[in-house]
Nanobody, 124 residues
Framework: QVQLVESGGGSVQAGGSLRLSCVAS????????MGWFRQAPGKEREGVAS???????TYADSVKGRFTISSDNAKNTLYLQMNSLKPEDTAMYYC??????????????????WGQGTQVTVSS
């Protein structure tokens, strides 16, 4: 049974930093595409960053240069380091997995499994 459990969300002032974690289980973490998504109230879920086991990454334009996706395969954990946070980054953040996936993607339909989300709130 695939499980993804996010943590690390919270409230922070603009300009601050947070690191999100996603612990995965139930599949071969190192052979999957992983991604971070976010959804603000009244908006569609959008891709933030995607990552594969070869170290390939892609980011949404809105977070390039501020967010970094990475992983620790020994711990089956995916991270999202978020720096220089802005109020518009406020959203529920979700971890997603595509076991056996071949291409990094920010398209939510490319992922089969999702975590429950962790809230990030950035105040001005």
């Amino acid at each position: 049974q695939v499980q993804l459990v996010e943590s690390g969300g919270g409230s922070v002032q603009a300009g601050g930093s947070l690191r999100l974690s996603c612990v995965a289980s139930g599949y071969t973490f190192s052979r999957s595409i992983m991604g971070w998504f976010r959804q603000a109230p009244g908006k569609e879920r959008e891709g933030v960053a995607s990552f594969d086991s070869h170290g390939s990454t892609t980011y949404a334009d809105s977070v390039k240069g501020r967010f970094t996706i990475s992983s620790d395969n020994a711990k089956n954990t995916l991270y999202l380091q978020m720096n220089s946070l802005k109020p518009e980054d406020t959203a529920m953040y979700y971890c997603a997995a595509a076991p056996g996936g071949r291409w990094i993607t920010l398209d939510r339909y490319g992922y089969h499994y999702w975590g429950q989300g962790t809230q990030v709130t950035v105040s001005s």
